[in-house]
């Protein structure tokens, strides 16, 4: 007897859990017009429930945030329409009564929501249309609910954000040009700024309702401007590398000519010039290291690093060069000349100046007689 009344109280609950448990599925939602909505703009919505089973103690409730919305449905029960009168109000309830039929009947709410886009102080999401099952108790089933949600626009936003990118913008060129009369390659950076240019260009164009779409052009052009702003450091630290390069280079050529020389390539000072030299290079590889990583300020310092260290190594060089070359002197050996030497060349000019006129004397009187 006492497992019987506990098997009645058992399905008494699983009854009432039945009865209590309804599924209703929402289809065919479409919101006119899609996208951003701009405050005061006409809005309708329609969808489809299918509430077949629905349960009779439950009830249906829908609610908006659009302004002076306007209800019209119509429930369906096996094909056969029954047209509702519109109702107004943010909040409409479908009692259970009105959809519970019984089982395997087919049973479809049609419903069609008419309103306007609410005043906003800022954009913000607001509720176009919220289905959802209310409890015996009247407390929402969480589980059932089912949201469409649309942006509302403060029609002024776009401009002022507009505004703020158009200032990064011409800072952005500004700093191009800056780097450019430096002789630092602007390449990658003029492309970026060009890039964020066409998303403003583009978040300009659009119209209110595509209000998400310009925010969307205006945040990449940010992004695009940073990346540029990026690529602009990248190439200052790489020119800044080059530049250190150079002294280095230079110190190499003074070098070999050390080496190059039996007499100076076991010099006392060579080495301490080659050390330099050496730390000089390491200042170079850090930077390197530095602009892989993205550290553009830090790879900057240390090709200053190399450059002063390499100059230094340079200058010692070229001093050290001239000290050496200075010592060397350059001189044509001395061939002792006898002075009698200079008496026999005498005579021998006068004897062939005197032999000289002679001949002369002779020719003119032969050409007399011809």
Not at 37 to 64: E, H, M, R
Not at 107 to 136: C, F, N, S, W, Y
Not at 236 to 257: K, L, R, S
Request: proline content about 4%; charged content about 20%.
């Amino acid at each position: 007897m006492k497992g019987f009344k506990t098997w009645i109280i058992v399905t008494a609950i699983l009854l009432f859990c039945i009865s209590a448990a309804s599924a209703f599925s929402v289809t065919s939602v479409s919101i006119d017009p899609s996208g951003s909505l701009i405050p005061g703009s006409p809005v309708t919505v329609s969808y489809k429930v299918d509430a077949s089973g629905f349960s009779s103690g439950n009830d249906l409730q829908f609610f908006t945030e659009l302004e002076s919305p306007k209800w019209t449905y119509t429930i369906s029960v096996n094909g056969i329409d029954n047209l509702r009168p519109s109702m107004g109000g943010k909040t409409l309830t479908i009692s259970g009564f009105e959809l519970a039929y019984k089982t395997g009947d087919i049973v479809d709410l049609r419903t069609t929501l008419e309103g306007k886009a609410p005043t906003v102080t800022q954009t913000a999401d607001k509720i176009i249309v919220r289905i959802q099952e209310m409890g015996t108790n009247g407390a929402p089933i969480a589980a059932t609910k089912v949201e469409r949600t649309a942006k509302v626009i403060n029609i002024g936003e776009v401009p002022i954000v507009i505004a703020e990118r158009n200032t990064e913008l011409q800072t952005f060129r500004t700093h191009i040009d800056e780097k450019a009369v430096l002789g630092i390659d602007t390449t990658a950076a003029d492309a970026k700024y060009n890039e964020a240019k066409q998303k403003i260009d583009s978040a300009r164009a659009r119209p209110p309702n595509q209000y998400a779409e310009a925010l969307a052009d205006l945040t990449a052009a940010q992004t695009t401007i940073s990346e540029g702003e990026k690529a602009l450091d990248r190439a200052w630290a790489e020119n800044e590398v080059a530049a250190a390069q150079i002294p280095i280079n230079n110190v190499d050529g003074v070098i070999a000519w050390f080496k190059g020389n039996k007499t100076t390539a076991e010099d006392s000072q060579l080495s301490a010039i080659v050390a330099k030299r050496e730390v000089a290079v390491g200042f170079i590889s850090t930077a390197n290291d530095k602009i892989a990583s993205g550290e553009y300020s830090q790879a900057r310092s240390k090709a200053l690093e190399a450059f002063t260290k390499g100059n230094e190594s340079y200058i010692d060089a070229l001093a050290r060069q001239k000290q050496l070359m200075s010592g060397w002197s350059f001189s044509f050996p001395q061939i002792p000349i006898p002075g009698g030497i200079f008496i026999v060349i005498g005579v021998i000019v006068v004897i062939l100046v005197a032999v000289g006129v002679v001949i002369y004397r002779k020719r003119s009187r032969w050409d007399e007689l011809g």
